[in-house]
């Protein structure tokens, strides 16, 4: 979820590729853009009420762009070799600084209202705090979401 991108969506055929993840690098301490854990790409139906979500959350993010002006953050990945291994780490900038030439304008799904990334820990979080106050959802973790939407549709023979 973290590493979507709009271009990762087709409204018009409702589908939506997952074809990268984001995670932090203890070592480095940035985060990084890079392949899903097994190096998976995943297409994923959706219908019309996630189409009307999704719609709304674009609309959403160029309303604050215009809104924020100057204050409103770009996102930014940057290829990085080290010991014969390539990733992209993570950036972000204010509107009003210009990005290095190595840094690759990135268009995420899941943004703050002032442009920046939403970290896949502030999810975990949220995640971890709804299962501590909600007793029916002791045990509860985001992944629970993924399981649950394949899990369903089996189940009911689709």
């Known amino acids: 979820m973290a590493g979507l991108t709009w271009q990762d969506i ?37 219908g019309n009420a996630l189409a009307d979500i999704l719609k709304k959350a674009r609309k959403q993010q160029l309303e604050n762009r215009m809104q924020y002006d ?11 070799t080290e010991k014969n291994r390539v990733h992209y780490e993570y950036y972000n900038l204010p509107m009003t600084e210009d990005a290095p030439e190595d840094y690759t304008e990135i268009s995420f799904v899941c943004l703050r209202e002032d442009g920046c990334f939403e970290l896949p820990a502030t999810v975990e979080t949220a995640c971890r705090t709804a299962a501590r106050k909600v007793s029916e959802l002791e045990g509860f973790h985001f992944h629970t979401l993924r399981l649950t939407f394949t899990t369903n549709p089996l189940s009911n023979e689709a």
Not at 33 to 41: A, D, L, N, Y
Not at 70 to 80: P, S, T
């Open 10 to 46: 087709n409204f018009e055929e409702q589908y939506l590729t997952v074809r990268r993840s984001v995670r932090y690098n203890g070592a480095t301490h940035k985060h990084e853009i890079g392949s899903t854990k097994r190096k998976k790409v995943r297409i994923v139906d959706f």
């Open 70 to 80: 100057g204050l409103y953050h770009r996102n930014f990945y940057r290829e990085v």
